[in-house]
């Protein structure tokens, strides 16, 4: 399985932008690039994905490289609630078994300073 | 609309004893999904459900455990002589297909005593 590498942690002010790389060398063509948070004791929450092309929606905006071997996360104005872990996942929807599950790494736990 | 819903939302139980924990997924999604969680950890994948069917077992950690689904809606998962290593967050997933996106419900904290 292809897998992503986060930092362990992040620290932004209140309605600041907050960008959360994420480092994935040997994605294969098919991987879609996820983003999941998780909230203190709660269930994760979905936040974005895309294949090749940026995207935005509501929550956050998802740039991908050229090269598709990393991307970020931005969140553009971070409030407390945004505190969270927020984990960056391959996922190939074609394969029979692996594309079953979501596989979460570490994630980078982002901490909000108001 | 309705999200994914899970009970009971926290569970304490003795080492033993069997435990069901229940899914309600977003309605019409015919995937559904099992993980755990354990403190600290990420999330480890148990079971996929297509409708009611189960083709992927495979993260099922023992016997012990198992699960269904009827009526391509509500799913239990069932604990059977439950060990203190089962304490974890049991967290179910559902998408409208297997490869669409999967939207979590707020899990049930079981405790082993």
């Known amino acids: 399985d292809a897998k992503t590498t986060q930092p362990n942690s992040m620290e932004s002010n209140e309605e600041e932008p907050v960008h959360l790389p994420c480092n994935h060398s040997?994605?294969?063509?098919?991987?879609?690039i996820h983003w999941y948070r998780q909230l203190p004791s709660q269930g994760p929450e979905y936040v974005i994905h895309?294949?090749?092309s940026n995207v935005n929606n509501r929550m956050a905006s998802l740039a991908i490289a050229e090269d598709r071997k990393s991307s970020t996360l931005i969140l553009h104005r971070a409030t407390l609630r945004d505190a969270a872990v927020y984990y960056c996942i391959l996922r190939d929807p074609s394969e029979e078994a692996a594309g079953n599950k979501l596989t979460f790494g570490g994630g980078t736990r982002v901490l909000v300073k108001p | 609309g309705a999200g994914v819903s899970q009970s009971p939302s926290n569970k304490v139980t003795e080492k033993g004893k069997d435990v069901e924990l229940r899914c309600d997924p977003i309605?019409?999604?015919?995937?559904l999904y099992w993980y755990r969680q354990s403190l600290g950890q990420g999330l480890e994948f148990l079971i996929y459900f297509q409708g009611n069917s189960a083709p992927d077992k495979s993260g099922l950690p023992s016997d012990r455990f198992s699960a269904e689904r009827t009526g391509g809606s509500v799913s239990t998962l069932t604990i059977q002589r439950t060990q203190q290593e089962d304490s974890a967050v049991y967290l179910c997933?559902?998408?409208?297909?297997?490869?669409?996106?999967?939207?979590f419900g707020p899990g049930t904290r079981l405790l082993v005593l």
């Open positions: 309605s019409g999604h015919t995937a």
């Open positions: 997933a559902s998408s409208a297909h297997r490869k669409e996106t999967q939207y």
């Open positions: 895309g294949l090749t």
């Open positions: 040997t994605i294969s063509g098919t991987d879609y």
